[in-house]
């Protein structure tokens, strides 16, 4: 006869597993993808390979964007390696514009995979521990969503912070999926923009059998307006905080 208390115990046990499953397959995937899938997701690669997507391209338009944001999600969601050369293949397939909108739209779509995956993994019971924390911790939780808005902004804007890890910190807090997908959507065009932009100069740079600079991104013409978007961004903490300091 099975015992009931035997039977309570191992229910959460195997939901707490099913809910980890998911990140358990994306870290799987990307340790597998990060030893097989380096040579194939390459600069290298679409240079040796440019011509047949360009003809693919042209005979098969819809197809070639479905197949690009397709590949460009799973890039992102699984963390495989690549998605700085896949945001280059969109703006040399596609041009500066639509290739942005595919860009941006396929890695805020594979960003959501990872916030969800967190989030159902352990987001919940993450953030309910930071809620009845105590110290840093729990002052870390309050600045985060006294500014929520501000913050998710800045992570997405500041080109130090890895996207992956912007990716999970909102889960861990207890972020809405409505601002996530708002925040990272818009926060990422600026840098999704520049890329796209490299990526739309790649004929010329073929032609000199060169490779593309990418820290064009902190050139001071590029990064000094990103820079000013983040100060922006943070505009309502500081004046929050000059208010604050006002009453005490």
């Not at 997701?41 to 679409?46: G, H, P, Y």
């Not at 639509?98 to 953030?127: C, E, H, K, Q, Y």
């Not at 500041?158 to 708002?182: D, Y």
């Not at 032609?207 to 505009?235: M, N, Q, T």
Request: include cysteine.
């Amino acid at each position: 006869m099975n015992d009931p208390e035997a039977i309570n115990v191992a229910r959460p046990r195997r939901s707490a597993l099913l809910r980890r499953l998911p990140l358990v397959l994306i870290a799987t995937i990307a340790i597998i993808g990060a030893v097989t899938l380096r040579d194939y997701l390459s600069f290298d690669a679409l240079a040796r390979n440019r011509e047949a997507l360009m003809a693919f391209r042209d005979a098969h338009y819809l197809l070639t964007v479905l197949c690009f944001m397709s590949a460009y999600v799973a890039i992102v969601a699984f963390s495989l390696p690549g998605a700085t050369v896949a945001t280059l293949t969109g703006g040399f397939l596609f041009g500066v514009f639509p290739g942005a909108l595919f860009n941006v739209t396929a890695a805020t779509i594979g960003a959501t995979g990872i916030f969800l995956a967190a989030r159902w993994g352990m987001g919940d019971r993450m953030a309910a521990k930071m809620e009845t924390s105590e110290g840093r911790v729990k002052r870390i939780k309050q600045a985060i969503r006294e500014n929520e808005l501000s913050v998710l902004f800045l992570i997405r804007l500041v080109p130090a912070v890895p996207f992956f890890v912007a990716n999970i910190i909102p889960a861990l807090v207890g972020v809405s999926l409505a601002r996530f997908v708002f925040t990272t959507f818009f926060g990422i065009i600026p840098g999704g923009v520049v890329y796209t932009w490299v990526g739309a100069g790649l004929g010329e740079v073929f032609a000199r059998a060169a490779r593309p600079d990418l820290g064009i991104i902190f050139e001071p013409h590029v990064l000094g307006p990103i820079l000013g978007l983040c100060a922006l961004a943070a505009l309502p903490i500081l004046l929050k905080h000059v208010r604050h300091r006002k009453e005490i």
